[in-house]
């Protein structure tokens, strides 16, 4: 049987008076894809915020690859993130010293090696093997901040993974991103999963950007988990109206999803 690696026990954050994210109980084990999906301000962040103690809940319990987040003592959880490997949305691109690509996929393994150590040559040789297996080598020299959106998201999945982590989550990898890089983040993720096997959650509210290895859909609204399952069984007609309106039509093909507007009340 394997071992979960997310438990969440009656989770509640509250935030400027109200509710933003509910669960009640929540489990991910080792080697699962799962997808987080959602319309914005659904709560899909705030989940991924808690997971990694970046956002404190107000009661419930929530363990992460068997280390309790919450409640907790105060004690540091960096050793808790070094195991981690966290794509966020943006990385900021303008600095005081601007970093290449190699620079900031190097990030990743300061972490793992130590803030105030120099990294060895086998920590650059993880580094640029990442950035070989990601497609970023010929950018390796070129500053972060003169990349292109997509190639940006390419460099922050390849400092998530010179960690070596034992879990990915990512944050909207494709959000505003066009239709040639959207499809370039999701078969990248989807390789990544085929390749390492490595559990995967991921936060998204587009069904467009579900890879075909997700076997497990969570779905949000208004914070709380109304569905779970696989996407097949999750992604209904009346699930999208109900999530984004009536004006969308659902298709399915090859494990892959999209919602297309229509001219008129769906059929």
């Known amino acids: 049987m394997k071992a979960p690696v997310v438990e969440i026990r009656s ?44 956002t404190r809940p107000n009661s419930g319990e929530l363990r992460v690859l068997g280390r309790t987040v919450w409640p907790s003592a105060a004690a540091p959880l960096c050793a808790l993130r070094r195991r981690i490997g966290y794509v966020p949305q943006v990385l900021a691109a303008h600095s005081e010293t601007p970093l290449t690509v190699r ?31 990601l497609g970023l080598t010929d950018l390796a020299g070129r500053a972060y901040a003169g990349l292109s959106s997509g190639e940006q998201r390419k460099t922050l999945i390849a400092k998530a993974m010179v960690q ?13 991103l066009d239709l040639f890089w959207r499809e370039q983040i999701v078969d990248l993720l989807q390789r990544l999963y085929e390749e390492t096997g490595l559990t995967i959650l991921l936060v998204c509210h ?20 109304i569905a779970d399952g696989p996407p097949e069984d999750v992604l209904t007609r009346q699930m999208v109206e109900d999530l984004y309106g009536s004006r969308l039509r659902l298709f399915a093909a090859d494990r892959r999803y999209a919602a297309v507007p229509v001219g008129g009340a769906a059929p």
């Open 11 to 54: 989770l509640r954050v509250r935030r400027g008076g109200r509710t933003v994210l509910q669960v009640e109980r929540l489990e991910v084990v080792e080697g699962e894809v799962v997808v987080v999906l959602g319309p914005n301000g659904a709560g899909k962040s705030t989940l991924l915020k808690c997971a990694l103690g970046f």
């Open 103 to 133: 620079e900031v996929a190097a990030i990743g393994r300061t972490g793992i090696a130590g803030l105030f150590r120099r990294l060895e040559s086998s920590d650059w040789s993880i580094i640029d093997d990442w950035l070989e297996r």
């Open 164 to 176: 070596q982590p034992e879990m990915l989550l990512l944050d909207e990898p494709t959000a505003n």
């Open 206 to 225: 587009e069904l467009e950007a579900v890879p075909p290895c997700c076997r497990r859909l969570l779905v949000l609204r208004d914070g709380r988990l």
